[in-house]
């Protein structure tokens, strides 16, 4: 695919290139006329012969670059090229040697490094010659199934290149085999060589977004103690910012380069709650705590964040990255979403400024992929941001533009797009440990990068906005590439709230696409609708909740955040962790939410026309709380009144981890069960948790009956008033009969009475002096069982067993 070079001039240097080839084919002329007569050709065009006779076969040897070295030359180097040749067929290849190929001329446009890069056979008269010489590596003998590696080392001034441009650069097996035994070319595997070797007159901007984001790891629960100490669900953070992990190596091979950092608020949230202390969820929903090893780590890597991103140009997503495009398609008929991504736009600058002390723009929104519509840009905007970042193959270009147009196109409503390029942006995905891969996409990414500068004398300000999460071994790619391209000779960077004010080239493209244009690969991957009604129904139930609480940032805080961690961008492709995450949020909000309760009732028995009735409110939360009202109901108003009506309310207050117990006066109209319900509610009349049913069963004492039981106490009265009479009786008369009595007759001085016949007996008196009762007759009534003007009774009399299942009424 060597294109002819449109150039408007060359250096100094390539032009004597170019003399020096022009003076050496003139020379050789007659000579290269004679060797055309030759039968068979030079041995060169006997390869080539017998290359094109077996090109639809080569492949059965595999090339590997694994490096090239220097990705950009300059005059006075020596390109170095390794890699590795794998006999992939039955035959031995014997007689072979690895070669390089760099093309005559540079390619002329950004689409024929696509083709060569597509290239994957030997494509006789359109790829180069070798550059033959000593610059070959010979391989005698590569048996089936057999590998060797290879080295070759070329001074720049021996490739013979040209103008500046980009050059196709293939590596080489030519060999036989045994069933064809000539030389031939058995496989090939091209890169790009840019070629730059002065500074170009005019330099492309680019900026490059470097991006600090990782899936959700922290849960709604917190700790009770007084910092709440957070709970994670895994502890896979950990792992990416330990040395080697993925955060770990964004954050220290960022640190050299000229990029925009592009920050989740939430994943430097999450660090933060590690560095305090964490712990972290079991399968049994239990939880351990997190180590010291752990905390320690992330305090360094959020001092070296810090210390990093001190000057720099950063940019803050919303909180959590929520997935505006799944917002835009399925959330936004739901009430309440669109509040959400405010929300987490707003805590986004101040979360970012309390851990690292740098204040980052918000102003940018960033839809997966840079794929946008209408009702994209819509939700976007709704939250403040005023540009959004989208991609080349969303807002294609259909101007017919023969250049790559500047990244900045105004939209209409006073957005701006920044729009990313689509093959610069895509350069890094895929495995990049491999370190074929790596090399052979460091290449082309510079190559598209020259060739955009190479297009026309205009500057141009470009944008790279790379996969939101790059895996470890795609962030060393990334890397490369870019400390490559700002050494190089065509570009200077910018940051892209620079690029966003650029002059937006008058014939790029500003029609936002339509809805039925966004591609089905990333539909089938948005959050479905039942994400957002969860987002709607359990911030229905914070509010509900957090109006009782005396600490409302304690619940309010972390489960606004994990509801906004419910619509994060990171749950794509991961429908059941993401609907595990939610129904974890709304089972521990749920869980709270009751542990402020009625106590349980068990039927109660009411006798008499009035009572009153207990019911507790248990309080096991640590707080205190309040703004509750009590609502006892009566489902029979007519034959049991709660008050002074079918229902009595009490305003609730109850300290934390404390129960309280309060009364309502009843009274009874009539015999029989009654249905009662107690109810906690809001102030605002919404009812709060689930109501306490239980029967009451009235049993009203008629008016025969009290009389009856007046009649007794009456009766109670007058006994016990004839009793106390006949005893003060008795006692006078005992008085008068002991004064007529001699001293000889009394007791004596140890207490004893003499008898007539001269026997003692003992006084039962506990002392002496003491005075016995009596020792007459009964008195009336204390042996009988009744006295004949007592009525008979009408009621049993009363039991002091329990009364049975029934809860005992308080009166």
């Given at each position: 695919m060597a294109e002819a070079a449109d150039f408007q001039g060359t250096s100094p240097s390539p032009a004597r290139r170019w003399l020096r080839r022009g003076g050496a084919l003139l020379a050789g002329a007659p000579l290269l006329a004679g060797l055309l007569q030759l039968p068979l050709g030079t041995p060169a065009q006997a390869v080539e012969k017998a290359s094109a006779a077996t090109a639809a076969g080569s492949g059965g040897v595999d090339i590997s670059i694994a490096s090239l070295t220097p990705s950009v030359p300059t005059d006075g180097d020596t390109v170095t090229v390794s890699g590795s040749v794998t006999n992939r067929s039955k035959q031995t290849v014997t007689d072979a040697h690895v070669g390089i190929r760099v093309g005559s001329s540079p390619l002329t446009t950004r689409s024929a490094i696509d083709t060569a890069a597509k290239l994957t056979s030997f494509q006789p008269g359109l790829d180069a010659m070798e550059v033959g010489g000593k610059y070959v590596q010979k391989v005698d003998r590569l048996g089936a199934g057999n590998s060797e590696n290879f080295s070759i080392s070329v001074p720049v001034k021996d490739l013979d290149l040209g103008d500046d441009g980009v050059y196709q650069l293939g590596v080489s097996l030519t060999g036989r085999t045994t069933t064809q035994p000539w030389d031939q070319v058995l496989g090939i595997k091209r890169t790009f060589l840019p070629w730059q070797p002065e500074s170009a007159d005019t330099k492309t901007k680019?900026?490059?977004?470097?991006?600090?984001?990782?899936?959700?790891?922290?849960?709604?629960?917190?700790?009770?103690?007084?910092?709440?100490?957070?709970?994670?669900?895994?502890?896979?953070?950990?792992?990416?910012?330990?040395?080697?992990?993925?955060?770990?190596?964004?954050?220290?091979?960022?640190?050299?380069?000229?990029?925009?950092?592009?920050?989740?608020?939430?994943?430097?949230?999450?660090?933060?709650?590690?560095?305090?202390?964490?712990?972290?969820?079991?399968?049994?929903?239990?939880?351990?705590?997190?180590?010291?090893?752990?905390?320690?780590?992330?305090?360094?890597?959020?001092?070296?964040?810090?210390?990093?991103?001190?000057?720099?140009?950063?940019?803050?997503?919303?909180?959590?990255?929520?997935?505006?495009?799944?917002?835009?398609?399925?959330?936004?008929?739901?009430?309440?979403?669109?509040?959400?991504?405010?929300?987490?736009?707003?805590?986004?600058?101040?979360?970012?400024?309390?851990?690292?002390?740098?204040?980052?723009?918000?102003?940018?929104?960033?839809?997966?992929?840079?794929?946008?519509?209408?009702?994209?840009?819509?939700?976007?905007?709704?939250?403040?941001?005023?540009?959004?970042?989208?991609?080349?193959?969303?807002?294609?270009?259909?101007?017919?533009?023969?250049?790559?147009?500047?990244?900045?196109?105004?939209?209409?409503?006073?957005?701006?797009?920044?729009?990313?390029?689509?093959?610069?942006?895509?350069?890094?995905?895929?495995?990049?440990?491999?370190?074929?891969?790596?090399?052979?996409?460091?290449?082309?990414?510079?190559?598209?990068?020259?060739?955009?500068?190479?297009?026309?004398?205009?500057?141009?300000?470009?944008?790279?906005?790379?996969?939101?999460?790059?895996?470890?071994?795609?962030?060393?790619?990334?890397?490369?590439?870019?400390?490559?391209?700002?050494?190089?000779?065509?570009?200077?960077?910018?940051?892209?709230?620079?690029?966003?004010?650029?002059?937006?080239d008058p014939g790029a493209t500003t029609r936002v696409p339509s809805a039925s244009q966004y591609p089905r690969s990333l539909k089938r991957q948005q959050l479905p609708v039942s994400a957002f009604d969860w987002m709607q129904g359990t911030q229905g139930k914070l509010d509900k909740f957090q109006v009782i609480l005396t600490d409302k940032s304690r619940v309010v805080t972390p489960f606004g955040l994990a509801i906004d961690r419910g619509m994060s961008t990171s749950w794509r492709g991961r429908p059941a962790e993401a609907a595990t995450f939610r129904d974890g949020v709304e089972s521990y909000l749920d869980g709270l939410t009751g542990l402020v309760r009625l106590i349980q009732k068990s039927d109660a028995k009411l006798s008499g026309r009035s009572a009153t009735i207990p019911v507790t409110v248990q309080n096991n939360l640590v707080q205190g709380v309040g703004h509750l009202v009590l609502r006892l109901t009566s489902q029979q108003p007519t034959r049991l009144k709660i008050g002074n009506g079918p229902y009595s309310e009490q305003p609730i207050r109850v300290a934390g981890e404390h129960s309280q117990s309060v009364k309502f006066t009843t009274s009874t109209k009539a015999n029989g069960p009654v249905q009662v319900v107690a109810q906690l509610y809001t102030e605002d009349g919404q009812p709060y948790g689930s109501p306490v049913p239980f029967e009451v069963k009235v049993t009203e004492i008629t008016s025969t009956v009290m009389l009856v039981i007046g009649g007794g106490v009456l009766l109670l009265v007058l006994a016990g008033f004839r009793m106390y009479t006949q005893r003060k009786r008795a006692a006078a008369e005992q008085a008068e009969g002991g004064s007529e009595q001699g001293p000889e007759d009394g007791p004596d001085a140890e207490g004893v009475n003499k008898d007539t016949d001269g026997t003692v007996e003992t006084e039962d008196a506990e002392g002496s002096g003491a005075v016995p009762e009596s020792t007459s007759g009964p008195e009336p009534g204390a042996d009988d069982p009744g006295h004949p003007s007592d009525p008979t009774p009408d009621t049993a009399p009363e039991s002091t067993d329990p009364s049975g299942t029934g809860e005992r009424v308080d009166r």
């Open positions: 680019t900026t490059f977004l470097w991006p600090l984001i990782s899936p959700v790891h922290l849960t709604a629960e917190t700790g009770s103690d007084e910092q709440q100490t957070r709970v994670f669900k895994n502890d896979d953070l950990a792992k990416e910012i330990a040395p080697g992990g993925r955060l770990d190596q964004l954050l220290s091979l960022g640190s050299g380069l000229d990029v925009t950092w592009v920050l989740d608020p939430d994943v430097l949230a999450s660090v933060d709650a590690m560095r305090g202390g964490y712990r972290i969820q079991q399968a049994d929903g239990t939880t351990v705590a997190g180590s010291d090893r752990n905390r320690a780590l992330a305090k360094d890597w959020l001092d070296k964040l810090e210390k990093t991103v001190q000057g720099q140009k950063i940019v803050a997503l919303p909180f959590a990255d929520p997935d505006i495009a799944s917002l835009a398609h399925n959330g936004r008929k739901t009430t309440g979403s669109l509040s959400h991504l405010k929300n987490a736009t707003a805590v986004a600058a101040d979360t970012v400024e309390s851990i690292v002390h740098v204040k980052p723009s918000t102003d940018f929104a960033w839809p997966v992929d840079g794929a946008i519509d209408p009702s994209i840009v819509d939700v976007a905007t709704s939250a403040g941001a005023d540009k959004v970042i989208a991609r080349s193959d969303s807002l294609s270009e259909t101007g017919g533009l023969t250049y790559t147009p500047s990244a900045a196109r105004p939209i209409g409503g006073g957005t701006t797009a920044v729009v990313a390029d689509e093959r610069l942006s895509t350069a890094f995905q895929g495995d990049m440990i491999k370190a074929e891969n790596s090399t052979l996409a460091v290449q082309k990414f510079l190559a598209q990068s020259l060739m955009i500068n190479l297009q026309d004398a205009d500057q141009r300000s470009i944008v790279v906005a790379p996969q939101r999460m790059p895996t470890a071994g795609q962030a060393q790619t990334m890397a490369e590439a870019l400390k490559a391209l700002q050494q190089g000779n065509w570009s200077e960077s910018q940051g892209l709230a620079a690029a966003a004010k650029a002059k937006p």
